[in-house]
Protein backbone atom coordinates (compact mmCIF):
# COMPACT_ATOMS: atom_id res chain seq x y z
CA UNK A 1 0.00 0.00 0.00
CA UNK A 2 1.54 3.30 -1.36
CA UNK A 3 -0.18 5.88 1.59
CA UNK A 4 2.04 9.03 1.85
CA UNK A 5 2.74 9.91 5.08
CA UNK A 6 1.15 7.46 7.05
CA UNK A 7 3.02 5.79 9.64
CA UNK A 8 3.00 2.03 10.23
CA UNK A 9 3.61 -0.53 12.61
CA UNK A 10 4.06 -4.01 11.40
CA UNK A 11 2.96 -6.41 14.34
CA UNK A 12 3.48 -10.58 14.97
CA UNK A 13 3.55 -12.94 17.37
CA UNK A 14 7.62 -12.81 15.94
CA UNK A 15 8.97 -9.72 16.70
CA UNK A 16 11.89 -10.27 14.83
CA UNK A 17 10.24 -11.42 11.60
CA UNK A 18 8.05 -8.00 11.35
CA UNK A 19 11.01 -6.34 11.58
CA UNK A 20 12.83 -8.42 9.08
CA UNK A 21 9.90 -7.67 6.61
CA UNK A 22 9.61 -4.11 7.42
CA UNK A 23 12.94 -3.07 6.64
CA UNK A 24 12.68 -5.12 3.74
CA UNK A 25 9.43 -3.53 2.45
CA UNK A 26 11.09 0.09 3.57
CA UNK A 27 14.58 -0.89 1.10
CA UNK A 28 12.78 -1.87 -1.73
CA UNK A 29 11.24 1.64 -2.19
CA UNK A 30 13.82 3.89 -0.61
CA UNK A 31 12.46 6.76 -2.52
CA UNK A 32 9.35 6.59 -0.75
CA UNK A 33 11.11 7.10 2.65
CA UNK A 34 7.97 4.65 4.12
CA UNK A 35 7.36 4.75 8.08
CA UNK A 36 7.05 1.17 8.70
CA UNK A 37 8.61 -0.68 11.22
CA UNK A 38 7.96 -3.42 12.73
CA UNK A 39 6.72 -5.06 16.16
CA UNK A 40 5.02 -7.56 18.48
CA UNK A 41 1.19 -7.84 17.93
CA UNK A 42 0.68 -5.52 21.30
CA UNK A 43 2.91 -2.50 19.55
CA UNK A 44 0.92 -2.47 16.46
CA UNK A 45 -2.24 -2.90 18.56
CA UNK A 46 -1.01 0.88 19.76
CA UNK A 47 -1.74 2.45 16.41
CA UNK A 48 -4.60 4.42 16.11
CA UNK A 49 -6.47 2.37 13.73
CA UNK A 50 -5.58 -1.17 13.21
CA UNK A 51 -5.60 -3.05 10.47
CA UNK A 52 -6.09 -7.51 10.49
CA UNK A 53 -4.03 -8.61 7.94
CA UNK A 54 -4.14 -12.45 9.55
CA UNK A 55 -5.75 -15.55 7.79
CA UNK A 56 -9.10 -15.61 8.94
CA UNK A 57 -9.09 -18.25 11.52
CA UNK A 58 -6.15 -16.45 13.54
CA UNK A 59 -8.22 -13.19 13.28
CA UNK A 60 -9.74 -13.78 16.86
CA UNK A 61 -7.46 -15.54 18.68
CA UNK A 62 -4.79 -12.53 17.48
CA UNK A 63 -7.13 -9.99 18.76
CA UNK A 64 -8.05 -11.84 22.22
CA UNK A 65 -5.55 -10.91 24.30
CA UNK A 66 -5.78 -7.32 23.38
CA UNK A 67 -8.65 -6.63 23.93
CA UNK A 68 -8.11 -4.29 26.48
CA UNK A 69 -5.48 -2.32 24.04
CA UNK A 70 -8.07 -2.40 21.64
CA UNK A 71 -11.02 -0.94 23.38
CA UNK A 72 -12.42 2.35 21.56
CA UNK A 73 -9.74 1.76 18.53
CA UNK A 74 -10.59 1.14 15.13
CA UNK A 75 -10.15 -2.26 14.71
CA UNK A 76 -10.45 -2.64 10.23
CA UNK A 77 -11.60 -6.77 9.36
CA UNK A 78 -10.32 -7.59 5.91
CA UNK A 79 -10.53 -11.65 5.87
CA UNK A 80 -12.58 -13.53 4.61
CA UNK A 81 -14.03 -17.14 5.64
CA UNK A 82 -12.74 -19.49 2.85
CA UNK A 83 -11.98 -22.96 2.97
CA UNK A 84 -11.03 -25.29 0.14
CA UNK A 85 -13.91 -27.58 -0.99
CA UNK A 86 -12.77 -30.12 -4.04
CA UNK A 87 -11.44 -28.00 -6.61
CA UNK A 88 -12.24 -24.26 -4.95
CA UNK A 89 -12.15 -21.98 -2.00
CA UNK A 90 -15.65 -21.63 -0.93
CA UNK A 91 -17.05 -18.94 1.74
CA UNK A 92 -18.50 -20.48 4.91
CA UNK A 93 -20.80 -18.11 6.88
CA UNK A 94 -19.76 -18.27 10.34
CA UNK A 95 -21.81 -18.39 13.76
CA UNK A 96 -21.83 -14.49 13.63
CA UNK A 97 -22.37 -14.27 9.86
CA UNK A 98 -18.66 -12.78 9.17
CA UNK A 99 -15.08 -12.41 10.56
CA UNK A 100 -16.21 -8.51 11.25
CA UNK A 101 -18.73 -9.81 13.10
CA UNK A 102 -17.00 -12.40 15.25
CA UNK A 103 -14.21 -9.74 15.72
CA UNK A 104 -16.96 -7.10 16.92
CA UNK A 105 -18.40 -10.07 19.33
CA UNK A 106 -14.82 -10.64 20.75
CA UNK A 107 -14.40 -6.76 21.13
CA UNK A 108 -17.32 -5.42 22.20
CA UNK A 109 -15.50 -1.82 22.78
CA UNK A 110 -13.59 -1.46 19.66
CA UNK A 111 -15.49 0.24 16.60
CA UNK A 112 -14.49 -3.18 13.88
CA UNK A 113 -14.64 -1.91 10.34
CA UNK A 114 -14.95 -4.12 7.09
CA UNK A 115 -12.97 -3.20 4.09
CA UNK A 116 -9.99 -4.50 1.72
CA UNK A 117 -10.81 -7.72 0.71
CA UNK A 118 -10.99 -7.88 -2.82
CA UNK A 119 -7.81 -6.58 -3.46
CA UNK A 120 -5.16 -8.85 -4.68
CA UNK A 121 -1.94 -8.70 -2.75
CA UNK A 122 0.64 -8.60 -5.14
CA UNK A 123 -0.89 -6.06 -6.60
CA UNK A 124 -1.24 -3.95 -3.43
CA UNK A 125 2.69 -4.67 -2.54
CA UNK A 126 3.72 -3.11 -5.84
CA UNK A 127 3.81 0.40 -5.33
CA UNK A 128 5.05 1.24 -8.98
CA UNK A 129 2.11 -0.84 -11.11
CA UNK A 130 -1.15 0.99 -10.07
CA UNK A 131 -4.28 -0.64 -8.90
CA UNK A 132 -7.68 0.95 -9.44
CA UNK A 133 -9.98 -0.61 -7.35
CA UNK A 134 -13.25 -0.29 -5.16
CA UNK A 135 -12.58 -0.75 -1.75
CA UNK A 136 -16.48 -2.03 0.15
CA UNK A 137 -16.53 -0.27 3.25
CA UNK A 138 -19.11 -1.37 6.03
CA UNK A 139 -19.18 -0.46 9.73
CA UNK A 140 -21.83 0.35 12.47
CA UNK A 141 -20.30 3.02 13.70
CA UNK A 142 -20.03 6.30 11.72
CA UNK A 143 -17.11 7.97 12.39
CA UNK A 144 -14.97 4.28 12.25
CA UNK A 145 -16.37 4.30 8.60
CA UNK A 146 -14.92 7.54 8.20
CA UNK A 147 -11.52 6.78 9.48
CA UNK A 148 -11.72 3.77 7.19
CA UNK A 149 -12.96 5.39 4.19
CA UNK A 150 -10.16 8.19 4.58
CA UNK A 151 -7.25 5.57 5.27
CA UNK A 152 -8.42 3.34 1.58
CA UNK A 153 -8.81 7.23 0.35
CA UNK A 154 -5.08 7.54 0.90
CA UNK A 155 -4.17 4.82 -0.73
CA UNK A 156 -3.04 5.46 -4.21
CA UNK A 157 -5.33 4.06 -7.05
CA UNK A 158 -8.52 2.68 -4.52
CA UNK A 159 -11.59 4.22 -4.06
CA UNK A 160 -13.48 3.43 -1.07
CA UNK A 161 -17.05 3.11 -1.42
CA UNK A 162 -19.61 2.92 1.50
CA UNK A 163 -21.44 -0.49 1.72
CA UNK A 164 -23.44 0.21 4.54
CA UNK A 165 -23.38 -1.68 8.47
CA UNK A 166 -21.22 -4.24 9.29
CA UNK A 167 -24.20 -7.30 8.43
CA UNK A 168 -22.80 -6.46 5.17
CA UNK A 169 -19.62 -7.56 5.93
CA UNK A 170 -20.72 -11.17 5.22
CA UNK A 171 -21.59 -10.56 2.04
CA UNK A 172 -18.54 -8.38 1.23
CA UNK A 173 -16.04 -11.49 2.91
CA UNK A 174 -18.21 -14.27 0.63
CA UNK A 175 -17.80 -12.39 -2.58
CA UNK A 176 -13.97 -12.79 -2.00
CA UNK A 177 -14.53 -16.67 -3.20
CA UNK A 178 -15.94 -15.28 -6.24
CA UNK A 179 -13.02 -13.39 -7.54
CA UNK A 180 -11.12 -16.12 -6.21
CA UNK A 181 -12.85 -18.23 -8.66
CA UNK A 182 -12.59 -16.06 -11.57
CA UNK A 183 -8.91 -15.37 -10.77
CA UNK A 184 -7.70 -19.29 -11.01
CA UNK A 185 -10.33 -19.79 -14.20
CA UNK A 186 -8.57 -16.48 -16.01
CA UNK A 187 -5.00 -16.64 -14.54
CA UNK A 188 -5.97 -13.61 -13.63
CA UNK A 189 -5.97 -11.16 -10.36
CA UNK A 190 -9.03 -9.51 -10.44
CA UNK A 191 -10.66 -6.61 -8.06
CA UNK A 192 -14.08 -5.29 -7.88
CA UNK A 193 -14.84 -1.71 -10.05
CA UNK A 194 -18.54 -1.51 -9.51
CA UNK A 195 -19.59 1.17 -12.58
CA UNK A 196 -22.60 3.59 -12.99
CA UNK A 197 -20.89 5.58 -9.90
CA UNK B 1 -32.04 -7.03 -23.12
CA UNK B 2 -31.15 -6.73 -26.57
CA UNK B 3 -30.63 -9.63 -27.85
CA UNK B 4 -30.02 -10.06 -31.35
CA UNK B 5 -31.96 -13.17 -32.80
CA UNK B 6 -33.29 -14.83 -29.48
CA UNK B 7 -36.70 -15.99 -29.26
CA UNK B 8 -38.06 -14.77 -26.08
CA UNK B 9 -41.11 -16.32 -24.56
CA UNK B 10 -42.26 -13.93 -21.61
CA UNK B 11 -44.16 -16.54 -18.86
CA UNK B 12 -46.59 -15.27 -16.06
CA UNK B 13 -49.47 -16.45 -14.20
CA UNK B 14 -50.85 -14.37 -15.78
CA UNK B 15 -51.34 -14.97 -19.49
CA UNK B 16 -53.16 -12.29 -20.42
CA UNK B 17 -50.91 -9.72 -18.69
CA UNK B 18 -47.63 -11.12 -20.41
CA UNK B 19 -49.23 -10.70 -23.98
CA UNK B 20 -49.75 -7.35 -22.96
CA UNK B 21 -46.16 -6.85 -21.10
CA UNK B 22 -44.48 -9.01 -24.38
CA UNK B 23 -46.66 -6.59 -27.37
CA UNK B 24 -45.38 -3.21 -25.45
CA UNK B 25 -41.91 -4.20 -25.17
CA UNK B 26 -42.27 -5.00 -28.93
CA UNK B 27 -43.66 -1.83 -29.68
CA UNK B 28 -41.27 0.31 -27.64
CA UNK B 29 -38.35 -0.87 -30.04
CA UNK B 30 -39.85 -1.14 -33.99
CA UNK B 31 -36.90 -0.72 -35.04
CA UNK B 32 -35.18 -3.95 -33.66
CA UNK B 33 -37.79 -6.28 -34.62
CA UNK B 34 -37.98 -7.87 -30.66
CA UNK B 35 -39.16 -11.80 -31.10
CA UNK B 36 -40.58 -11.89 -27.72
CA UNK B 37 -44.25 -12.57 -27.17
CA UNK B 38 -46.41 -13.46 -24.00
CA UNK B 39 -47.68 -16.77 -22.70
CA UNK B 40 -48.73 -18.39 -19.40
CA UNK B 41 -45.32 -20.10 -17.50
CA UNK B 42 -46.18 -23.35 -19.00
CA UNK B 43 -45.76 -21.58 -22.70
CA UNK B 44 -42.27 -20.25 -21.32
CA UNK B 45 -40.96 -23.43 -19.60
CA UNK B 46 -41.39 -24.42 -23.23
CA UNK B 47 -37.98 -22.80 -24.17
CA UNK B 48 -34.87 -24.23 -24.95
CA UNK B 49 -33.23 -21.93 -21.64
CA UNK B 50 -35.31 -20.52 -19.30
CA UNK B 51 -34.81 -17.62 -16.83
CA UNK B 52 -36.28 -17.54 -14.09
CA UNK B 53 -37.33 -13.55 -13.34
CA UNK B 54 -39.50 -13.96 -10.37
CA UNK B 55 -38.56 -12.77 -6.87
CA UNK B 56 -36.62 -15.09 -5.24
CA UNK B 57 -39.48 -16.31 -2.83
CA UNK B 58 -41.61 -16.90 -5.87
CA UNK B 59 -38.77 -18.83 -7.39
CA UNK B 60 -39.55 -22.36 -5.97
CA UNK B 61 -43.20 -22.35 -5.92
CA UNK B 62 -43.15 -21.13 -9.84
CA UNK B 63 -40.62 -23.97 -10.88
CA UNK B 64 -42.29 -26.34 -8.85
CA UNK B 65 -45.60 -27.58 -11.09
CA UNK B 66 -42.82 -27.38 -14.03
CA UNK B 67 -40.58 -29.58 -12.57
CA UNK B 68 -41.03 -32.53 -15.83
CA UNK B 69 -41.36 -29.66 -18.21
CA UNK B 70 -37.89 -28.57 -17.07
CA UNK B 71 -35.97 -31.62 -17.07
CA UNK B 72 -32.94 -31.39 -18.87
CA UNK B 73 -32.95 -27.71 -19.78
CA UNK B 74 -30.85 -25.05 -18.78
CA UNK B 75 -32.70 -22.79 -15.83
CA UNK B 76 -31.24 -19.76 -14.81
CA UNK B 77 -31.73 -18.57 -11.77
CA UNK B 78 -31.22 -14.76 -11.10
CA UNK B 79 -32.44 -14.11 -7.96
CA UNK B 80 -30.98 -13.43 -4.68
CA UNK B 81 -32.79 -14.02 -1.10
CA UNK B 82 -32.81 -10.38 0.55
CA UNK B 83 -34.82 -8.87 3.24
CA UNK B 84 -35.28 -5.71 4.56
CA UNK B 85 -33.88 -5.74 8.19
CA UNK B 86 -33.44 -1.76 9.49
CA UNK B 87 -32.55 0.65 6.54
CA UNK B 88 -30.91 -1.76 4.21
CA UNK B 89 -31.55 -5.30 2.61
CA UNK B 90 -29.84 -7.83 3.39
CA UNK B 91 -28.67 -11.14 2.13
CA UNK B 92 -30.07 -14.00 4.30
CA UNK B 93 -28.74 -17.75 3.76
CA UNK B 94 -31.43 -20.66 2.97
CA UNK B 95 -31.23 -23.97 3.81
CA UNK B 96 -29.79 -25.21 0.59
CA UNK B 97 -27.30 -21.83 0.88
CA UNK B 98 -28.59 -20.08 -2.08
CA UNK B 99 -31.56 -19.73 -4.54
CA UNK B 100 -30.08 -22.02 -7.56
CA UNK B 101 -28.93 -24.44 -5.00
CA UNK B 102 -32.65 -24.42 -3.89
CA UNK B 103 -34.28 -24.80 -7.54
CA UNK B 104 -31.39 -27.57 -8.63
CA UNK B 105 -32.47 -29.12 -5.64
CA UNK B 106 -36.46 -29.20 -6.73
CA UNK B 107 -35.22 -29.33 -9.91
CA UNK B 108 -33.35 -32.39 -9.92
CA UNK B 109 -33.15 -33.21 -13.97
CA UNK B 110 -32.82 -29.91 -14.77
CA UNK B 111 -29.46 -28.31 -15.60
CA UNK B 112 -29.70 -24.91 -13.19
CA UNK B 113 -27.21 -21.89 -13.29
CA UNK B 114 -26.83 -18.67 -11.96
CA UNK B 115 -26.29 -15.24 -13.66
CA UNK B 116 -27.32 -12.05 -14.22
CA UNK B 117 -27.71 -10.72 -9.86
CA UNK B 118 -26.08 -7.57 -10.48
CA UNK B 119 -27.45 -5.93 -12.80
CA UNK B 120 -29.76 -2.68 -12.54
CA UNK B 121 -33.27 -3.81 -14.24
CA UNK B 122 -33.62 -0.13 -15.03
CA UNK B 123 -30.61 -0.05 -17.68
CA UNK B 124 -31.25 -3.84 -18.93
CA UNK B 125 -34.47 -2.97 -20.06
CA UNK B 126 -33.50 0.26 -21.71
CA UNK B 127 -31.96 -0.65 -25.09
CA UNK B 128 -30.78 2.46 -26.18
CA UNK B 129 -28.30 2.96 -23.54
CA UNK B 130 -25.46 0.56 -23.01
CA UNK B 131 -24.17 -1.39 -19.85
CA UNK B 132 -20.87 -2.28 -19.37
CA UNK B 133 -21.19 -5.01 -16.74
CA UNK B 134 -19.93 -8.38 -16.30
CA UNK B 135 -22.24 -11.13 -15.18
CA UNK B 136 -20.88 -13.56 -13.05
CA UNK B 137 -21.92 -17.00 -14.43
CA UNK B 138 -22.15 -20.00 -11.96
CA UNK B 139 -23.00 -23.79 -12.84
CA UNK B 140 -22.06 -27.43 -12.24
CA UNK B 141 -23.24 -29.08 -15.98
CA UNK B 142 -20.16 -27.55 -18.34
CA UNK B 143 -22.59 -27.15 -21.20
CA UNK B 144 -25.16 -25.21 -19.43
CA UNK B 145 -22.74 -22.97 -18.08
CA UNK B 146 -21.68 -22.56 -21.76
CA UNK B 147 -25.19 -21.94 -22.52
CA UNK B 148 -25.66 -19.27 -20.59
CA UNK B 149 -22.51 -17.76 -21.23
CA UNK B 150 -23.22 -17.60 -24.51
CA UNK B 151 -26.02 -16.16 -23.93
CA UNK B 152 -25.17 -13.50 -21.50
CA UNK B 153 -22.27 -12.82 -24.60
CA UNK B 154 -25.57 -12.04 -26.56
CA UNK B 155 -26.24 -9.71 -24.73
CA UNK B 156 -25.13 -5.77 -25.76
CA UNK B 157 -22.28 -4.45 -23.24
CA UNK B 158 -22.25 -7.50 -20.91
CA UNK B 159 -19.41 -9.61 -20.40
CA UNK B 160 -19.75 -13.06 -18.84
CA UNK B 161 -17.69 -14.23 -16.01
CA UNK B 162 -17.33 -18.13 -14.98
CA UNK B 163 -17.33 -17.51 -11.27
CA UNK B 164 -17.04 -21.54 -10.66
CA UNK B 165 -19.88 -24.27 -9.35
CA UNK B 166 -23.12 -23.20 -8.32
CA UNK B 167 -22.19 -23.55 -4.33
CA UNK B 168 -20.30 -20.06 -5.37
CA UNK B 169 -23.79 -18.67 -6.37
CA UNK B 170 -24.51 -17.93 -2.43
CA UNK B 171 -21.44 -15.85 -2.76
CA UNK B 172 -23.00 -13.90 -5.92
CA UNK B 173 -26.45 -13.84 -4.55
CA UNK B 174 -25.24 -12.44 -1.17
CA UNK B 175 -23.41 -9.56 -3.21
CA UNK B 176 -26.75 -8.00 -4.90
CA UNK B 177 -26.86 -6.93 -1.27
CA UNK B 178 -23.84 -4.98 -1.36
CA UNK B 179 -24.69 -3.53 -4.46
CA UNK B 180 -28.36 -1.98 -3.49
CA UNK B 181 -26.32 -0.89 -0.16
CA UNK B 182 -24.48 1.03 -2.42
CA UNK B 183 -26.91 2.02 -5.14
CA UNK B 184 -29.12 3.35 -1.95
CA UNK B 185 -25.85 4.79 -0.61
CA UNK B 186 -24.97 7.03 -3.67
CA UNK B 187 -28.25 7.32 -5.66
CA UNK B 188 -26.68 5.55 -8.21
CA UNK B 189 -27.31 2.07 -10.42
CA UNK B 190 -24.21 -0.01 -9.60
CA UNK B 191 -22.82 -2.83 -11.56
CA UNK B 192 -20.28 -4.77 -10.99
CA UNK B 193 -17.25 -4.67 -13.55
CA UNK B 194 -13.99 -7.37 -12.52
CA UNK B 195 -10.89 -4.94 -13.13
CA UNK B 196 -7.56 -7.03 -14.07
CA UNK B 197 -9.02 -9.51 -16.29
Known amino acids: MAAAGIEVTLGSRDRARAETIAAEVVESWPERRLAIRGSDNAGAAAADVVILGTPWDSALPTVQ ?23 QLQAITLGRGSVAATLQAALPESRVTAAFHHLPAEDLSNLDEGLFAD ?13 TMALVEAIEGLRPLDAGRLTQAQAVEAFTAVCIAVNIRYKARTYVRMGGI
Open 135 to 147: VLVCADDASAKET
Open 65 to 87: PLRDQLAGKVVISMAAALVRVGQ
